[in-house]
DNA sequence: GGAAAACATGAACATTTGTACTAATTCCCG
DNA sequence: CGGGAATTAGTACAAATGTTCATGTTTTCC
């Protein structure tokens, strides 16, 4: 009944890991579906009965391989900034680094992402732990935005990151646009929106910048009835 | 190996579009793996057969559920133009329509149309229609701009889409906030983009705005490890 | 070295799920 | 009204899945 512990060996603790990182694959590449005893063991290339030796349930294996992700999400976060720190500091610049960094992860990373998110709508234990890391990226947002000069950051940090994250769930619903026209795209939108919450000067010379792009209109995707 | 065929009965094709409506609930209650024969015969009330009978499997059940959904997307996308229209002509007052239209759903309809984003990033099936469908959303929300004067509609569009939807996304994942609140920001959000990409006192107005309500910090969750 | 604890795994079992099949019932139309 | 098509429903069965368990192996610790 109650949750098997941590493991002591080593090999065992990085064992686990394996099959939570197998799960946050499947999840990705498969949706929830996908995720089952068998095919995480199979993907993980331990033997089957490992699944059910180091979780309780599948429910709780699943569970622990999305608090995994959103960890690493987290440090994910930090390691950009760290890489960042110094590299930009213009509008221009962070934008540009900002779309980059987002945009040449892995797919997988924003599907597992969302994956994540949804599941915190049905699952209140998974609801702490995204409440956490949604808090974070906008409180990240918020320095970003603060250190760029916005008026009141912390108020427009959770439309920034709204922002990214309908961005990248669109990308993920419709992947055929092409890469860089899909990066450009983010980044005018980026710069766009920063400009926005600055003094007005700063504003102008942007939204001018954006409005000069060459507007590419939506391409009619032949009609499904 | 042919999906069957429409009902010719009235009877029928009502019954036929319980069932889907009852995947489509499912779906947003309990997830992907919630949807089985058993539980969508169950939830509309028929016999376990009938699942078998009107459709070839439960990929293609709930592939057509999920267009069933897109197609009510596009549906209520023109009844809320049509109820909005003539309302309201200023950004304030779009701003407020909108926040109040898309925050009075049912959550369970927001939800359903992200199971459709992860669906369709992995079934190319579906991928036309949500295409389509986010082109359908863009397209609305271009003209909205263009009616506000914006002064290039098309290439904000997107954007401010992946604002909405953004930000429902993260309502659906971070649920706790009061929902007046939430309403409010997402009201504000809106206006302050949309009067981004107008005219600079327009803009400076709004933001003006924007940045004189009570700016509320993030509320601190109990860390979760 | 050897016992005890921790770890690992193959095989089996119970349940859930997808699907097929047959018989009964209802509906449509001449 | 009667016959054939459409629909409904009960049931059965094969496959997939979650889970258990007995047993074998490795590691730890004295």
Same mark, same amino acid.
């Given at each position: 009944?109650?949750?098997?512990?941590? *493991? @002591?060996?080593?090999?065992?603790?990085?064992?686990?890991?394996?099959?939570?990182?197998?799960?946050?694959? $499947? =999840?990705?590449?498969?949706?929830?579906?996908? #995720?089952?005893?068998?095919?995480? !063991?199979?993907?993980?290339? @331990?033997?089957?009965? +490992?699944?059910?030796?180091?979780?309780?349930?599948?429910?709780?294996?699943?569970?622990?391989?999305?608090? =995994?992700?959103?960890?690493?999400?987290? +440090?994910?976060?930090?390691? %950009?900034?760290?890489?960042?720190?110094?590299?930009?500091?213009?509008?221009?610049?962070?934008?540009?680094? %900002?779309?980059?960094?987002?945009?040449?992860?892995?797919?997988?990373?924003?599907?597992?992402?969302?994956?994540?998110? %949804?599941?915190?709508?049905?699952?209140?234990? =998974?609801?702490?732990? #995204?409440?956490?890391?949604?808090?974070?990226?906008?409180? #990240?947002?918020?320095? @970003?935005?603060?250190? $760029?000069? !916005?008026?009141? /950051?912390?108020?427009?940090? *959770?439309?920034? @990151?709204?922002?990214?994250?309908?961005? &990248? $769930?669109?990308?993920?619903?419709? /992947?055929?646009?092409?890469?860089?026209?899909?990066?450009?795209?983010?980044?005018? %939108? $980026?710069? &766009?929106?920063?400009?926005?919450?600055?003094? !007005?000067?700063?504003?102008?010379?942007?939204?001018?910048?954006?409005?000069?792009?060459?507007?590419?209109? *939506? /391409?009619?995707?032949?009609?499904?009835?």
């Amino acid at each position: 009944m109650s949750s098997r512990v941590q *493991p @002591v060996q080593q090999r065992s603790r990085s064992r686990r890991e394996l099959l939570l990182r197998a799960a946050v694959e $499947l =999840l990705a590449q498969g949706g929830p579906r996908a #995720v089952t005893h068998r095919a995480v !063991a199979a993907r993980a290339g @331990v033997p089957q009965a +490992s699944t059910t030796y180091y979780f309780e349930s599948i429910q709780q294996l699943t569970d622990e391989a999305l608090r =995994l992700h959103l960890s690493e999400r987290t +440090s994910e976060l930090e390691a %950009m900034i760290a890489e960042a720190g110094g590299k930009g500091d213009s509008i221009e610049e962070i934008a540009r680094l %900002m779309a980059e960094m987002l945009m040449t992860r892995s797919r997988e990373i924003a599907i597992a992402q969302f994956e994540v998110y %949804m599941q915190a709508g049905r699952n209140p234990e =998974l609801r702490g732990h #995204v409440t956490n890391t949604l808090n974070a990226f906008e409180r #990240v947002a918020g320095s @970003v935005l603060a250190f $760029l000069g !916005a008026r009141h /950051p912390e108020r427009a940090a *959770p439309a920034f @990151v709204a922002l990214i994250d309908g961005f &990248l $769930l669109h990308r993920v619903a419709r /992947p055929d646009q092409a890469h860089e026209d899909a990066e450009a795209l983010f980044e005018a %939108m $980026l710069a &766009l929106f920063i400009a926005c919450v600055m003094d !007005a000067e700063e504003f102008e010379k942007w939204r001018a910048r954006f409005a000069s792009e060459q507007p590419s209109g *939506p /391409p009619d995707v032949s009609a499904h009835s």
